[in-house]
């Protein structure tokens, strides 16, 4: 399993542009990224997954470079909800994730 | 649509008593997952479980023991209770073992005193 390092905590103000960067270092061939949203006693939700390159969906983009050691989560301007534990996972279909230390992010008005 | 049932919500014991936690997972979702989280704490995982066989363990003390039913439904046993045992518990499930997306269920937030 892949060990994921994240920032601890990161500011922003609503309507921007956040970045989360991941780092992966030991990466698996077979390994996916997986990035999860949690709020205060809540469980986590699925936000995006990718193998490489770049994947987006309604709510978020993540970037993957070709050599797959990092990745990047990005939330198109943010609003005061979006203020949450986010989390970088990754593995494959044969060993179950393990969630690390996520990201706090705070969103301020 | 359906989502992941958990039950109780929430659970008061003493110290070294036992305790059972139930998990219903989405329809078709033959995957279960369980996740210990204490406060400010990130989610550990516990034990898995695909197609009613265990799959993978992680951090799961010797005093807890899970299992998956016929039905999918899987439960939680923890034993001996200890004050550090308190903590929110989530059950997730997912159509395919491993990285599929996990769905997570609300949490049964246990206090051991």
């Known amino acids: 399993l892949a060990k994921t390092t994240q920032p601890i905590s990161m500011d922003s103000y609503e309507g921007q542009e956040v970045n989360i960067t991941c780092s992966h270092n030991?990466?698996?061939?077979?390994?996916?990224i997986t990035w999860y949203q949690q709020f205060p006693s809540q469980g986590p939700r699925f936000i995006i997954q990718?193998?490489?390159t770049k994947v987006t969906n309604e709510v978020a983009s993540l970037f993957i470079p070709a050599d797959r050691k990092s990745s990047t989560l990005s939330l198109p301007r943010v609003s005061l909800s979006d203020t949450a534990v986010y989390y970088c996972?990754?593995?494959?279909?044969?060993?179950?994730?393990?969630f690390g230390a996520g990201t706090r992010l705070t969103v301020k008005p | 649509a359906a989502g992941v049932i958990q039950s109780p919500r929430h659970l008061i014991k003493e110290k070294r008593e036992t305790a059972t936690l139930k998990c219903y997972p989405i329809?078709?979702?033959?995957?279960v997952y369980w996740y210990q989280q204490g406060p400010g704490q990130d989610p550990q995982f516990l034990i898995s479980?695909?197609?009613?066989?265990?799959?993978d363990k992680g951090s799961i003390p010797d005093r807890f023991s899970a299992q998956q039913f016929s039905d999918y439904h899987s439960e939680l046993n923890m034993s001996s209770l200890e004050l550090g045992d308190s903590a929110l518990y989530f059950c997730?499930?997912?159509?395919?073992?491993?990285?599929?997306?996990?769905?997570f269920g609300p949490g049964t937030r246990l206090t051991v005193l």
């Open positions: 997730a499930s997912s159509v395919d073992r491993g990285g599929d997306e996990q769905f």
């Open positions: 990718g193998y490489k």
């Open positions: 996972l990754s593995g494959d279909n044969n060993n179950d994730m393990r």
């Open positions: 329809p078709r979702h033959d995957t």
């Open positions: 030991n990466i698996a061939t077979n390994d996916y």
């Open positions: 479980f695909y197609e009613k066989m265990q799959s």
